[in-house]
């Protein structure tokens, strides 16, 4: 009996389908940092292409391949950085594919490769919340006990996606109805201000500090309202999705807020004013930037500077003109960044606490890190110690890569570069000046800033496991 070949090779079609579903949806559940890491290169190639098309730039004509690249890199990273202008490179096309990209990529690494998960498996089951609260604590991805109390029970998974979606439509849509007024106070046309006023508060709230005008934020440099409200979109966009729970969950029930919550907000605010302070104290005689305004206009730009340090992007004065001391002060503030599991890079405040906490532990002659109450246990200290080697790693190689192929002055790159693995997007002019081959590592940088800490913490976390036995004790000398 003859068979139908043609219904053979549906069927081998239809096989091979089933197959490559089965192992994506198994990816998934498998392997949260994998898949993440898979999600967010998908998202980079696709908005590469979407932002190479001619009808996203303003001439016409296709971006340059690492213009492209990198710009996309940054949209997806919730950066800022840029090789070129976004306001006349890029067509109404263009600015909302960054529009859209820069949402994407500011519901964070995890929180997004969850979502996915959960249409893939059409369920959220165990694993799922697993691969979703690590966003929260990378510790859960081993499978030791860990303290629910810290970030978000497991049962409370399926609130906090909901939460990370529902918290980004809002905040951004209320920060789009306040600066709508403050745009036409501007002078800004009201049609032209319809889209700037949601496209400055997706940039404000996650964080990337891209500008849709010609100027940037220049010509606002004197409105405190707009600025303010950029200020306070971007400390929401930074303190991090777990704690906007927290804060929603709880409200001003300042005992009941988990420990990981109160190490955000108070070391957030400490920075905040610490950096603040730095800059007024290091600026003030600077005729390029603070030294020809008077005590209000610096005090306030100094905290507008120190906010926007932190992951914000965001830029009044140059920030080619600073004093290198206080680019060193920016430097170290871009380094550490906002909250976990928020749209801010670094290596996250929460580390500066827990580090800042072991020191003065050990300083104190005490046997264990604690806080508030809470003792927090030796494996968190460990993969603080391992996301800070990580960061400074990525950023000494990088620099000394970057500096060798621009040949441009370290401090210059150095700063640059840690805006990059800081997703910052401040820059001394630098960026836009670099050769092609440099543009890819600081791509690259941008890329290993965004999910390099979040995965390494995880795949740190995951190798921690029972031992049976110790082994006898020998002490090297330290220090």
């Not at 201000?193 to 940039?203: G, K, S, T, V």
């Not at 906007?244 to 400490?270: E, N």
């Not at 906490?357 to 890190?369: F, H, T, Y």
């Amino acid at each position: 009996m003859a068979t139908d070949p043609r219904g053979s090779l549906v069927r081998r079609v239809a096989s091979a389908l089933h197959g490559l579903w089965d192992r994506l949806r198994n990816l998934t559940t498998s392997s949260p940092a994998r898949f993440a890491v898979l999600v967010f290169a998908s998202l980079i190639l696709v908005f590469t292409a979407l932002l190479s098309l001619p009808a996203a730039s303003t001439s016409g004509r296709r971006l340059p391949l690492a213009d492209a690249v990198f710009t996309a890199m940054s949209t997806i990273c919730v950066t800022g950085l840029t090789t070129v202008d976004i306001a006349s490179t890029f067509s109404p096309l263009g600015k909302t594919i960054i529009f859209i990209g820069v949402n994407i990529g500011g519901m964070g690494v995890l929180t997004l490769a969850s979502i996915l998960g959960l249409v893939i498996s059409k369920r959220l089951g165990l694993r799922a919340k697993l691969i979703a609260a690590s966003d929260s604590n990378p510790l859960r991805t081993h499978g030791g006990p860990v303290n629910e109390g810290q970030t978000v029970r497991l049962g409370e998974v399926g609130t906090l996606l909901r939460t990370v979606a529902l918290s980004t439509l809002l905040i951004e849509a209320l920060v789009a109805i306040a600066l709508y007024p403050a745009l036409l106070f501007a002078g800004i046309h009201p049609l032209d201000a319809l889209w700037e006023a949601p496209f400055y508060a997706a940039m404000a709230f996650t964080n990337t500090g891209f500008t849709p005008n010609p100027g940037g934020l220049v010509p606002f440099a004197d409105d405190y309202f707009l600025l303010t409200v950029l200020m306070a979109a971007v400390f929401l966009g930074s303190i991090g999705f777990p704690v906007i729970y927290a804060l929603w969950k709880h409200y001003w029930h300042v005992r009941r807020w988990p420990l990981h919550t109160k190490l955000t907000i108070i070391t957030t605010v400490l920075l905040f004013f610490a950096g603040a302070a730095a800059f007024l104290a290091l600026e003030y005689n600077n005729p390029k930037t603070f030294g020809s305004m008077d005590a209000w206009d610096t005090t306030f730009q100094a905290f507008f500077l120190s906010a926007m340090t932190r992951s914000g992007g965001f830029s009044v004065v140059d920030v080619g003109e600073l004093y290198g001391s206080s680019l060193i002060v920016g430097c170290m503030l871009m380094f550490v960044g906002g909250g976990s599991a928020s749209t801010a890079g670094g290596i996250k405040v929460t580390t500066l606490a827990v580090l800042a906490l072991a020191v003065w532990s050990e300083a104190k002659g005490r046997q264990s890190v604690e806080a508030f109450g809470r003792r927090i246990p030796s494996d968190v200290q460990r993969v603080g110690l391992s996301v800070v080697a990580w960061g400074a790693t990525i950023v000494a190689l990088s620099t000394i890569v970057i500096a060798q192929i621009s040949q441009e002055q370290v401090s210059d790159v150095l700063f640059d570069v840690i805006s990059a693995f800081g997703t910052v997007g401040l820059s001394t002019g630098l960026t836009a000046e670099l050769p092609d081959p440099a543009v890819y590592v600081m791509a690259l940088t941008i890329f290993m800033g965004r999910i390099g800490t979040v995965t390494l913490a995880a795949a740190v976390a995951a190798s921690s496991r029972s031992q049976l036995y110790s082994l006898p004790v020998e002490r090297p000398i330290v220090g």
